[in-house]
């Protein structure tokens, strides 16, 4: 009996070629091991769904997107070389970065003695409810959580409104919260600068600075850097000149507390 099945055209054929090969388990596997132990773990994908404007990782979240579940050799190798481009960069980048970057930080007022007494289960349950009402509005604000910090977190923007839009809705989502008898209350710090990046973290004086605002806020209160109101809508927020002087801060650094205008 003679097979009249028509033989698929030559074109077809290398293209089905390529795709048994891309899809090949053993093959696949070599090209994800591989770049592991050249490139490290996944940190680098683990920061693509909040890429925020930076070439390697919009570029890694196009990849990821059309690769989608199905991981193919040729995406391996893809993303191996993305991870080696953001490498190079950094490499090249040294001291600030090349980009401005808001960098926020937050914690509770007192956390540490009630949770002395409250207890393990009940702290557990408060910084839950915390996280929840504190980080949609950074995602809505296209921001990403660098790392969380205990009774806090640290949080980069593209820009001083973002960061402080979501400050704002932070502090407000916050204050609704109520576990044993303790209600949070955040504070807030935000500078406007050029911090190193080297993987997924922030590094460097604005970082610095960021963490020493956020030390001297008080109670409930969102405190800025100079740089960061400048960059500001004046009819967007009120404004209260503070000074203070902060290890690891240039001296005389002019902080201001913000508010929403009544």
Not at 99 to 124: E, K, P, T
Not at 244 to 251: S, V
């Amino acid at each position: 009996m003679i097979d009249e099945t028509p033989e698929l055209p030559r074109g077809r054929r290398i293209v089905e070629s390529v795709r048994r090969f891309n899809r090949n388990p053993k093959l696949v596997g070599a090209a994800r091991r591989s770049r592991e132990r050249a490139m490290g773990d996944d940190d680098f994908l683990d920061g693509v769904s909040t890429a925020r404007g930076r070439a390697p990782e919009l570029a890694a979240q196009r990849l990821v997107a059309l690769r989608g579940d199905s991981h193919g050799v040729l995406g391996e190798l893809g993303l191996t070389a993305l991870q080696a481009w953001q490498r190079l960069a950094e490499r090249q980048d040294r001291g600030r970065g090349k980009v401005d970057v808001a960098i926020m930080f937050a914690d509770l007022v007192d956390f540490s003695s009630w949770a002395l007494d409250a207890g393990d289960r009940s702290a557990i349950r408060l910084l839950r409810a915390v996280g929840e009402a504190m980080e949609p509005p950074i995602a809505a604000q296209r921001g990403e959580v660098v790392k969380r910090l205990g009774d806090g977190l640290m949080a980069a923007f593209w820009n001083a409104a973002s960061a402080t839009e979501a400050a704002f809705a932070a502090a407000e989502r916050t204050a609704s919260i109520e576990v044993d008898g303790y209600r949070p209350v955040l504070r807030t710090g935000i500078h406007l600068g050029r911090p190193r990046r080297i993987g997924n973290d922030y590094f460097g004086v604005d970082v610095n600075i960021a963490a020493r605002l956020a030390g001297a806020a008080r109670p409930g209160e969102i405190l800025v850097s100079e740089t960061c109101l400048a960059e500001l809508d004046p009819g967007a927020v009120t404004a209260a000149k503070r000074r203070f002087r902060a290890k690891g801060a240039p001296r005389d650094l002019t902080a201001f507390a913000i508010g929403r205008p009544q």
